[in-house]
Protein backbone atom coordinates (compact mmCIF):
# COMPACT_ATOMS: atom_id res chain seq x y z
CA UNK A 1 0.00 0.00 0.00
CA UNK A 2 1.69 3.21 -0.68
CA UNK A 3 1.97 5.83 1.94
CA UNK A 4 -0.62 8.48 1.97
CA UNK A 5 2.54 11.19 1.83
CA UNK A 6 0.72 14.40 1.20
CA UNK A 7 -2.39 13.87 3.31
CA UNK A 8 -0.17 12.91 6.47
CA UNK A 9 2.07 15.49 5.74
CA UNK A 10 -1.17 17.97 5.98
CA UNK A 11 -2.21 17.41 9.18
CA UNK A 12 1.35 17.99 10.37
CA UNK A 13 1.35 21.27 9.03
CA UNK A 14 -1.91 22.38 10.52
CA UNK A 15 -1.58 21.02 13.94
CA UNK A 16 1.86 22.77 14.31
CA UNK A 17 0.93 25.74 12.81
CA UNK A 18 -1.50 25.99 14.98
CA UNK A 19 0.79 25.44 17.85
CA UNK A 20 2.97 28.37 16.22
CA UNK A 21 0.16 30.65 16.79
CA UNK A 22 -0.58 29.34 20.14
CA UNK A 23 2.87 29.04 21.55
CA UNK A 24 4.45 32.67 20.76
CA UNK A 25 2.00 34.72 21.52
CA UNK A 26 -1.17 33.03 23.69
CA UNK A 27 0.68 34.10 26.92
CA UNK A 28 1.18 37.56 25.16
CA UNK A 29 -2.13 37.78 24.80
CA UNK A 30 -3.11 36.49 28.32
CA UNK A 31 -0.91 39.27 29.46
CA UNK A 32 -3.05 41.97 27.51
CA UNK A 33 -6.36 40.48 29.40
CA UNK A 34 -4.56 41.28 32.68
CA UNK A 35 -3.22 38.08 33.95
CA UNK A 36 -0.31 38.23 35.83
CA UNK A 37 2.89 35.69 35.93
CA UNK A 38 1.76 33.03 38.32
CA UNK A 39 -2.12 33.06 36.49
CA UNK A 40 -0.14 32.71 33.20
CA UNK A 41 1.73 29.88 34.64
CA UNK A 42 -1.20 27.55 35.64
CA UNK A 43 -2.75 27.98 32.75
CA UNK A 44 0.01 26.85 30.88
CA UNK A 45 0.32 23.99 33.57
CA UNK A 46 -3.37 23.40 32.71
CA UNK A 47 -3.10 22.77 29.42
CA UNK A 48 0.22 20.70 29.11
CA UNK A 49 -1.24 18.76 32.29
CA UNK A 50 -3.82 17.19 30.23
CA UNK A 51 -1.55 15.32 28.00
CA UNK A 52 -1.20 13.03 30.72
CA UNK A 53 -4.49 12.00 31.01
CA UNK A 54 -6.07 12.81 27.53
CA UNK A 55 -3.12 10.44 25.89
CA UNK A 56 -3.69 8.09 27.97
CA UNK A 57 -7.52 7.76 27.46
CA UNK A 58 -7.48 7.84 24.30
CA UNK A 59 -4.86 5.78 23.32
CA UNK A 60 -6.23 3.07 25.80
CA UNK A 61 -9.07 3.25 23.29
CA UNK A 62 -7.74 3.38 20.44
CA UNK A 63 -5.39 -0.19 20.70
CA UNK A 64 -8.62 -1.29 22.18
CA UNK A 65 -10.81 -0.70 19.59
CA UNK A 66 -7.91 0.30 16.09
CA UNK A 67 -9.95 3.40 15.28
CA UNK A 68 -7.23 5.77 15.78
CA UNK A 69 -8.19 7.80 12.59
CA UNK A 70 -12.16 7.96 13.84
CA UNK A 71 -10.73 8.96 16.96
CA UNK A 72 -8.14 11.42 15.68
CA UNK A 73 -11.38 12.70 13.92
CA UNK A 74 -13.92 13.14 16.90
CA UNK A 75 -11.02 14.45 19.12
CA UNK A 76 -10.14 17.36 16.75
CA UNK A 77 -13.81 18.46 16.13
CA UNK A 78 -14.64 19.12 19.80
CA UNK A 79 -10.85 20.55 20.28
CA UNK A 80 -12.55 23.29 17.66
CA UNK A 81 -15.77 23.85 19.63
CA UNK A 82 -13.83 24.07 23.27
CA UNK A 83 -11.23 26.43 22.04
CA UNK A 84 -14.35 28.78 20.20
CA UNK A 85 -14.97 29.17 23.85
CA UNK A 86 -11.64 31.36 24.02
CA UNK A 87 -13.59 34.15 21.30
CA UNK A 88 -15.75 35.52 24.29
CA UNK A 89 -14.01 34.06 27.68
CA UNK A 90 -12.45 36.93 29.70
CA UNK A 91 -11.96 36.10 33.70
CA UNK A 92 -8.92 33.42 35.14
CA UNK A 93 -12.41 30.92 36.09
CA UNK A 94 -13.29 30.91 32.33
CA UNK A 95 -10.57 30.66 30.80
CA UNK A 96 -9.13 27.70 33.17
CA UNK A 97 -12.12 25.86 32.25
CA UNK A 98 -12.21 26.03 28.36
CA UNK A 99 -7.95 25.46 28.37
CA UNK A 100 -9.06 22.34 30.37
CA UNK A 101 -12.30 21.55 27.80
CA UNK A 102 -9.46 22.45 24.77
CA UNK A 103 -6.28 20.25 26.36
CA UNK A 104 -8.90 17.24 27.02
CA UNK A 105 -9.24 16.93 23.27
CA UNK A 106 -6.72 18.59 21.25
CA UNK A 107 -3.87 16.80 23.67
CA UNK A 108 -5.20 13.49 22.22
CA UNK A 109 -5.11 13.61 18.57
CA UNK A 110 -1.26 14.24 17.90
CA UNK A 111 -0.46 10.87 19.65
CA UNK A 112 -3.07 9.23 18.08
CA UNK A 113 -1.71 10.50 15.05
CA UNK A 114 1.90 9.54 15.29
CA UNK A 115 0.50 6.00 15.40
CA UNK A 116 -1.24 6.13 12.25
CA UNK A 117 1.95 8.02 10.30
CA UNK A 118 4.04 4.72 11.53
CA UNK A 119 1.49 2.34 10.52
CA UNK A 120 1.30 3.73 7.27
CA UNK A 121 4.68 3.54 6.78
CA UNK A 122 5.30 0.11 8.30
CA UNK A 123 8.78 -0.83 7.54
CA UNK A 124 9.83 2.72 6.10
CA UNK A 125 9.88 4.33 9.21
CA UNK A 126 12.86 6.11 8.37
CA UNK A 127 10.63 8.11 6.79
CA UNK A 128 9.47 9.54 9.32
CA UNK A 129 11.47 12.70 9.77
CA UNK A 130 10.36 13.92 5.81
CA UNK A 131 6.68 13.64 6.77
CA UNK A 132 7.03 15.35 9.90
CA UNK A 133 9.09 18.68 9.02
CA UNK A 134 5.84 19.62 7.15
CA UNK A 135 4.57 20.31 10.60
CA UNK A 136 7.38 22.98 11.19
CA UNK A 137 7.15 24.06 7.76
CA UNK A 138 3.89 25.17 9.27
CA UNK A 139 4.38 26.08 12.51
CA UNK A 140 7.02 28.89 10.85
CA UNK A 141 4.42 30.37 8.46
CA UNK A 142 2.17 31.00 11.53
CA UNK A 143 4.79 32.61 13.97
CA UNK A 144 6.06 34.66 10.64
CA UNK A 145 2.61 35.50 9.56
CA UNK A 146 0.92 36.13 13.31
CA UNK A 147 4.16 38.34 14.37
CA UNK A 148 4.02 40.66 11.26
CA UNK A 149 0.07 41.03 12.05
CA UNK A 150 0.52 41.50 15.50
CA UNK A 151 2.94 44.30 14.88
CA UNK A 152 -0.06 46.81 13.27
CA UNK A 153 -3.18 45.18 15.11
CA UNK A 154 -4.14 43.78 18.61
CA UNK A 155 -3.35 40.68 19.93
CA UNK A 156 -7.32 40.47 21.00
CA UNK A 157 -7.40 38.51 17.52
CA UNK A 158 -5.33 35.75 18.02
CA UNK A 159 -8.21 33.25 19.26
CA UNK A 160 -10.23 33.93 15.87
CA UNK A 161 -7.17 32.82 13.77
CA UNK A 162 -6.47 29.62 16.26
CA UNK A 163 -9.81 28.31 15.74
CA UNK A 164 -9.65 28.45 12.28
CA UNK A 165 -6.30 26.41 11.98
CA UNK A 166 -7.67 24.14 14.30
CA UNK A 167 -10.47 23.66 11.78
CA UNK A 168 -8.41 23.20 8.84
CA UNK A 169 -6.64 20.16 10.69
CA UNK A 170 -9.93 18.82 11.46
CA UNK A 171 -10.85 18.56 7.33
CA UNK A 172 -7.86 17.26 7.08
CA UNK A 173 -8.40 14.26 8.76
CA UNK A 174 -11.25 13.89 6.43
CA UNK A 175 -9.76 13.23 3.48
CA UNK A 176 -7.37 10.32 5.23
CA UNK A 177 -7.61 6.72 4.16
CA UNK A 178 -7.54 3.87 6.65
CA UNK A 179 -4.85 2.94 8.74
CA UNK A 180 -3.37 -0.65 6.97
CA UNK A 181 -4.38 -3.68 8.88
CA UNK A 182 -2.04 -5.10 11.32
CA UNK A 183 -0.20 -8.34 9.84
CA UNK A 184 -1.24 -11.67 11.79
CA UNK A 185 1.21 -12.33 14.70
CA UNK A 186 2.01 -13.93 18.08
CA UNK A 187 0.36 -12.17 20.91
CA UNK A 188 2.52 -9.70 21.99
CA UNK A 189 3.70 -9.22 25.94
CA UNK A 190 1.83 -7.28 28.10
CA UNK A 191 2.54 -3.59 28.23
CA UNK A 192 3.82 -3.84 31.64
CA UNK A 193 6.06 -6.28 30.88
CA UNK A 194 7.97 -3.46 28.74
CA UNK A 195 7.60 -0.87 31.33
CA UNK A 196 9.76 -3.76 33.26
CA UNK A 197 12.79 -3.39 31.39
CA UNK A 198 15.01 -0.48 33.22
CA UNK A 199 15.66 1.63 30.03
CA UNK A 200 12.33 2.24 29.23
CA UNK A 201 11.51 3.91 32.36
CA UNK A 202 14.92 5.42 32.06
CA UNK A 203 13.56 6.53 28.81
CA UNK A 204 10.45 8.48 29.82
CA UNK A 205 12.34 10.34 32.87
CA UNK A 206 14.71 11.60 30.55
CA UNK A 207 12.08 12.72 28.10
CA UNK A 208 10.20 14.19 31.05
CA UNK A 209 12.80 16.27 32.44
CA UNK A 210 14.00 17.62 28.87
CA UNK A 211 10.12 18.77 28.63
CA UNK A 212 10.28 20.47 32.31
CA UNK A 213 13.58 22.43 30.76
CA UNK A 214 11.36 23.58 28.01
CA UNK A 215 8.92 25.16 30.22
CA UNK A 216 10.28 28.42 30.91
CA UNK A 217 11.30 28.60 26.94
CA UNK A 218 7.11 28.29 25.88
CA UNK A 219 5.49 30.00 28.63
CA UNK A 220 7.90 33.21 28.61
CA UNK A 221 9.73 33.11 26.07
CA UNK A 222 7.80 35.75 24.21
CA UNK A 223 7.26 37.87 26.94
CA UNK A 224 11.43 37.83 28.05
CA UNK A 225 11.87 39.48 24.45
CA UNK A 226 9.47 41.15 25.07
CA UNK A 227 10.73 42.75 28.41
CA UNK A 228 14.21 43.13 26.45
CA UNK A 229 12.58 45.32 23.71
CA UNK A 230 12.46 43.08 20.50
CA UNK A 231 9.30 43.20 18.37
CA UNK A 232 6.55 41.46 18.15
CA UNK A 233 8.31 40.35 14.30
CA UNK A 234 11.75 40.09 15.91
CA UNK A 235 10.01 37.26 18.09
CA UNK A 236 8.33 35.47 15.65
CA UNK A 237 11.06 35.21 13.75
CA UNK A 238 13.33 33.91 16.62
CA UNK A 239 10.90 31.29 17.17
CA UNK A 240 10.50 30.87 13.59
CA UNK A 241 14.31 30.26 12.88
CA UNK A 242 14.42 27.63 15.59
CA UNK A 243 12.20 25.93 13.69
CA UNK A 244 14.12 26.22 10.15
CA UNK A 245 16.87 24.90 12.15
CA UNK A 246 14.79 21.84 13.07
CA UNK A 247 13.43 21.59 9.30
CA UNK A 248 16.89 21.39 8.05
CA UNK A 249 17.80 18.79 10.68
CA UNK A 250 15.23 16.68 9.60
CA UNK A 251 15.89 16.81 5.77
CA UNK A 252 19.54 14.95 7.03
CA UNK A 253 18.02 12.65 9.76
CA UNK A 254 17.74 9.94 7.73
CA UNK A 255 21.73 9.72 7.21
CA UNK A 256 22.66 10.79 10.73
CA UNK A 257 19.95 7.19 11.99
CA UNK A 258 22.13 5.07 10.02
CA UNK A 259 25.66 6.46 11.51
CA UNK A 260 24.44 7.06 15.34
CA UNK A 261 22.64 4.88 17.61
CA UNK A 262 19.59 6.18 18.96
CA UNK A 263 21.04 6.54 22.50
CA UNK A 264 23.97 8.38 21.20
CA UNK A 265 21.70 10.91 19.31
CA UNK A 266 19.42 11.59 22.61
CA UNK A 267 22.73 11.72 24.57
CA UNK A 268 23.91 14.80 21.97
CA UNK A 269 20.69 16.62 22.07
CA UNK A 270 20.54 16.46 26.53
CA UNK A 271 24.19 18.49 25.69
CA UNK A 272 23.29 20.76 23.69
CA UNK A 273 19.84 21.73 25.09
CA UNK A 274 21.45 22.57 28.02
CA UNK A 275 24.11 24.93 26.41
CA UNK A 276 20.93 26.41 24.60
CA UNK A 277 19.51 27.49 27.70
CA UNK A 278 21.97 28.81 29.35
CA UNK A 279 22.27 31.00 26.38
CA UNK A 280 19.28 32.24 26.69
CA UNK A 281 19.09 32.96 30.40
CA UNK A 282 22.31 34.77 30.52
CA UNK A 283 22.98 36.36 26.99
CA UNK A 284 19.71 37.18 25.83
CA UNK A 285 20.34 40.41 25.28
CA UNK A 286 23.24 39.77 22.69
CA UNK A 287 21.72 39.10 19.51
CA UNK A 288 24.41 36.89 17.97
CA UNK A 289 23.96 34.57 20.61
CA UNK A 290 20.15 34.53 21.24
CA UNK A 291 20.40 33.81 16.98
CA UNK A 292 22.91 31.14 18.09
CA UNK A 293 20.58 29.50 20.98
CA UNK A 294 17.39 29.74 18.94
CA UNK A 295 19.91 27.47 16.18
CA UNK A 296 20.52 24.60 18.99
CA UNK A 297 16.17 23.98 19.17
CA UNK A 298 17.07 21.56 16.21
CA UNK A 299 18.80 19.62 19.11
CA UNK A 300 16.78 20.41 22.45
CA UNK A 301 13.56 19.28 20.31
CA UNK A 302 14.24 18.50 16.98
CA UNK A 303 16.96 15.36 17.13
CA UNK A 304 15.46 14.27 20.73
CA UNK A 305 11.82 14.24 19.37
CA UNK A 306 13.17 11.74 16.43
CA UNK A 307 15.29 9.53 18.66
CA UNK A 308 12.36 9.36 21.14
CA UNK A 309 9.85 8.40 18.28
CA UNK A 310 11.79 5.71 17.02
CA UNK A 311 12.76 4.39 20.65
CA UNK A 312 8.89 4.13 21.03
CA UNK A 313 8.37 2.22 18.42
CA UNK A 314 11.02 -0.15 19.44
CA UNK A 315 9.99 -0.44 22.73
CA UNK A 316 6.56 -0.85 22.64
CA UNK A 317 5.92 -2.38 18.60
CA UNK A 318 2.95 -2.58 17.06
CA UNK A 319 0.40 -3.83 19.56
CA UNK A 320 1.23 -1.27 22.32
CA UNK A 321 2.06 1.56 19.63
CA UNK A 322 -0.79 3.92 20.86
CA UNK A 323 0.07 3.18 24.57
CA UNK A 324 3.92 3.83 23.79
CA UNK A 325 3.22 7.11 22.13
CA UNK A 326 0.51 7.87 25.12
CA UNK A 327 3.03 6.96 27.45
CA UNK A 328 5.88 9.07 25.58
CA UNK A 329 3.49 12.33 25.84
CA UNK A 330 2.15 12.01 28.69
CA UNK A 331 5.27 11.54 30.53
CA UNK A 332 7.87 14.27 28.34
CA UNK A 333 5.06 16.67 27.16
CA UNK A 334 2.81 16.21 29.48
CA UNK A 335 4.22 15.65 33.17
CA UNK A 336 7.03 17.24 31.96
CA UNK A 337 5.41 20.41 30.78
CA UNK A 338 3.13 20.77 33.56
CA UNK A 339 6.46 20.71 35.85
CA UNK A 340 7.94 23.17 33.99
CA UNK A 341 5.02 25.73 33.69
CA UNK A 342 4.59 25.78 37.23
CA UNK A 343 8.02 26.15 38.18
CA UNK A 344 8.84 29.04 35.42
CA UNK A 345 5.74 30.40 36.48
CA UNK A 346 6.32 30.46 39.57
CA UNK A 347 10.20 31.64 40.37
CA UNK A 348 9.77 33.72 37.33
CA UNK A 349 9.36 36.99 38.93
CA UNK A 350 10.73 35.78 42.04
CA UNK A 351 14.25 34.57 40.77
CA UNK A 352 14.24 35.80 37.00
CA UNK A 353 15.50 34.50 33.73
CA UNK A 354 18.61 33.63 34.47
CA UNK A 355 18.45 31.99 37.64
CA UNK A 356 14.71 29.92 36.20
CA UNK A 357 16.80 28.90 32.51
CA UNK A 358 19.98 27.93 34.48
CA UNK A 359 17.86 25.72 36.11
CA UNK A 360 16.53 23.88 32.63
CA UNK A 361 20.24 23.79 32.02
CA UNK A 362 20.39 21.52 34.82
CA UNK A 363 17.30 19.31 34.28
CA UNK A 364 18.98 18.56 30.93
CA UNK A 365 22.04 17.61 32.61
CA UNK A 366 20.18 15.38 35.21
CA UNK A 367 18.53 13.67 31.71
CA UNK A 368 22.25 13.48 30.08
CA UNK A 369 23.06 11.53 33.46
CA UNK A 370 20.01 9.45 33.54
CA UNK A 371 20.07 8.23 29.68
CA UNK A 372 23.52 7.50 30.11
CA UNK A 373 23.52 5.33 32.84
CA UNK A 374 20.05 3.62 32.24
CA UNK A 375 19.89 3.58 28.97
CA UNK A 376 23.15 1.57 29.00
CA UNK A 377 22.05 -1.63 28.32
CA UNK A 378 19.97 -1.14 25.05
CA UNK A 379 21.98 0.67 22.46
CA UNK A 380 18.70 0.68 20.53
CA UNK A 381 19.10 -0.27 16.89
CA UNK A 382 18.21 2.60 14.06
CA UNK A 383 15.65 1.86 11.91
CA UNK A 384 16.19 0.49 8.47
CA UNK A 385 17.31 2.63 5.77
CA UNK A 386 15.70 2.53 2.47
Known amino acids: MSVPYWRLSGFYLFYFATLGGYLPYWN ?9 AVQIGNLSAM ?20 RNLRLIRLTLFFSVLAFSGFLAARGYAVLAACTLGFGLFWNASLPLFEAVTLAHLGDDAHRYSRIRLWGSVGFIAAV ?51 LKRPEVPAFLAVSMLLQAAHGPYYVFYSIYLQQLDYSAITTGGLWALGVFAEIILFLFMQPLLGRFSLRGILLWSLLLAAVRWG ?21 SFGSAHIAAIHLVQQYFGEQHLSKGQALYTSFS ?54
Open 47 to 66: LVGTRIIAPNVWGWIADRTG
Open 333 to 386: FGLGGMLGSLYSGYYWERLGAGTVFGIAALLCLLAFVIAFAGMRGTMAKTPRQG
Open 279 to 299: LIGFYADQPVLLVSAQLLHAA
Open 28 to 36: LYLQQLGLD
Open 144 to 194: LGLGGWFDRQPFMQLPLFIVTLLLLNWIVTLMLPKVPSRRAQAAAPGVLSV
